[in-house]
């Protein structure tokens, strides 16, 4: 079974990282409307060289996630970022899916 | 949050206890509650409804909003029978997001040669069943064919509410079984809450297609429950 992929919890990668000495920031999907990929309570865990686990989108957003997960990371300071629709002739980032969600970023420590 | 306090969630979710936070979004600040243990502060009352709900959510009205996070113990599948079947849903499972332990009293079946680090009990299932108790959270899989082996977990988990059963075996096999069953006294409203044929009509032929299809099955049961709050599904 050694060639099966990792599928580990986010929660579980977070603890592994902090062990290691990594810096770690964890993104929560605190509040969803309308058609959202990920349930509220979802998690994606960042350490500081952009490295990630889990997911608050279906891929759509996770890319700006890591980006200002890089900032909480430097400075400390949590975060309350919020996605709507994507807006493909401004190359906005956002949801294909028509929802809307807030997504929380804060630093483990 | 604290480190600290992701290593507690962490020890709890591996111990299957529910866990709850509540975090400040203004300042991070955030408090763990494990449950069982005392509920204090002005959200208690919404962490409790969290436990009861698995629902997290924003929750307004404090000084500042908190954002509730909870985290259920995952659903567990008890199989009986460490056969072909269950090495295939032993490595299917964990990728769902299930826990899986395996029961089967016949060591030559139950060996972690065959199954590796799944969670492996060579006792008889009444015995077994003492250290992992079934309730509303667990899916029983009776796959061993051997009705010594496989009846009476199958009444234990129509006793519990188990939120899925599911018993391998023929229409013409069910039928003998449906009649061992109510001679034990088990109604046949319970009977009928047995899935079997088991797993998901996708015409599975090998061991592994007949794990994905009770596996379907098992999540079509769970996702499903919420919305109908019917435990008995189609089958």
């Given at each position: 079974?050694?060639?099966?992929?990792?599928?580990?919890d986010?929660?579980?990668?977070a603890e592994?990282?902090?062990?290691e000495?990594?810096?770690?920031?964890?993104?929560?999907?605190v509040?969803?409307?309308?058609?959202a990929?990920?349930?509220?309570?979802?998690?994606?865990?960042i350490d500081?060289?952009?490295?990630f686990?889990g997911?608050?989108?279906?891929g759509?957003?996770?890319g700006?996630?890591?980006?200002?997960a890089?900032?909480?990371?430097?400075t400390?300071?949590?975060?309350?970022l919020?996605?709507g629709?994507?807006d493909?002739?401004?190359?906005r980032v956002?949801?294909s899916?028509?929802?809307r969600?807030?997504?929380?970023?804060?630093?483990?420590? | 949050?604290?480190?600290?306090?992701?290593y507690?969630?962490?020890?709890?979710r591996?111990?299957?206890r529910?866990?709850?936070?509540?975090?400040?979004?203004?300042?991070?600040?955030?408090?763990v509650?494990?449950?069982g243990?005392?509920?204090?502060?002005s959200?208690?009352?919404?962490?409790?409804?969290a436990?009861?709900?698995?629902?997290?959510?924003?929750?307004?009205?404090?000084?500042?909003?908190?954002?509730?996070?909870?985290y259920?113990?995952?659903?567990r599948?008890?199989?009986?029978?460490?056969?072909?079947i269950?090495?295939?849903l032993?490595?299917?499972?964990?990728?769902?997001?299930?826990?899986?332990?395996?029961?089967?009293?016949?060591?030559?079946?139950?060996?972690?040669?065959?199954f590796?680090?799944?969670?492996?009990l060579?006792?008889?299932?009444?015995?077994?069943?003492?250290?992992?108790p079934?309730?509303?959270h667990?899916?029983?899989?009776?796959?061993?064919?051997?009705p010594?082996?496989?009846d009476?977990?199958l009444?234990?988990?129509?006793?519990a509410?188990c939120?899925?059963v599911g018993?391998?075996?023929?229409?013409?096999?069910?039928?003998?079984?449906?009649?061992?069953?109510?001679?034990?006294?088990?109604?046949?409203e319970?009977?009928?809450?047995?899935?079997?044929?088991?797993g998901?009509?996708?015409?599975?032929?090998?061991?592994?297609?007949i794990?994905?299809?009770?596996?379907?099955?098992?999540?079509?049961?769970l996702r499903?429950?919420?919305?109908?709050?019917?435990?008995?599904?189609?089958?």
């Amino acid at each position: 079974m050694s060639s099966q992929p990792n599928f580990t919890d986010p929660l579980t990668t977070a603890e592994h990282w902090l062990r290691e000495g990594r810096s770690v920031a964890i993104a929560t999907v605190v509040e969803t409307w309308g058609s959202a990929p990920r349930p509220a309570g979802s998690h994606l865990v960042i350490d500081a060289d952009g490295n990630f686990e889990g997911s608050v989108s279906g891929g759509c957003v996770e890319g700006a996630v890591v980006g200002e997960a890089a900032e909480v990371i430097a400075t400390g300071a949590p975060r309350l970022l919020e996605f709507g629709v994507a807006d493909e002739t401004a190359w906005r980032v956002g949801l294909s899916c028509g929802g809307r969600i807030r997504v929380y970023v804060e630093r483990l420590g | 949050m604290l480190p600290e306090q992701l290593y507690r969630i962490n020890v709890a979710r591996q111990a299957r206890r529910a866990v709850a936070t509540v975090t400040e979004l203004e300042t991070g600040r955030t408090e763990v509650f494990i449950e069982g243990e005392a509920i204090t502060g002005s959200a208690a009352v919404a962490v409790e409804a969290a436990f009861r709900s698995g629902k997290p959510g924003i929750l307004q009205g404090g000084e500042q909003p908190v954002f509730i996070n909870v985290y259920l113990p995952p659903p567990r599948i008890v199989v009986i029978g460490a056969v072909h079947i269950s090495q295939a849903l032993a490595g299917l499972a964990p990728i769902a997001g299930l826990d899986l332990t395996i029961i089967d009293p016949r060591s030559a079946f139950a060996t972690p040669e065959r199954f590796g680090h799944t969670k492996l009990l060579a006792e008889w299932p009444d015995e077994a069943l003492a250290h992992v108790p079934l309730d509303a959270h667990t899916a029983l899989v009776a796959v061993t064919h051997d009705p010594k082996i496989d009846d009476v977990p199958l009444k234990a988990a129509l006793d519990a509410g188990c939120f899925y059963v599911g018993a391998l075996g023929s229409r013409k096999t069910h039928a003998g079984r449906v009649e061992r069953l109510s001679a034990l006294g088990v109604d046949q409203e319970a009977i009928a809450r047995i899935r079997a044929p088991i797993g998901l009509d996708i015409g599975a032929s090998s061991p592994a297609e007949i794990a994905v299809a009770i596996l379907a099955e098992i999540i079509q049961a769970l996702r499903r429950r919420d919305v109908a709050g019917d435990r008995r599904g189609a089958a």
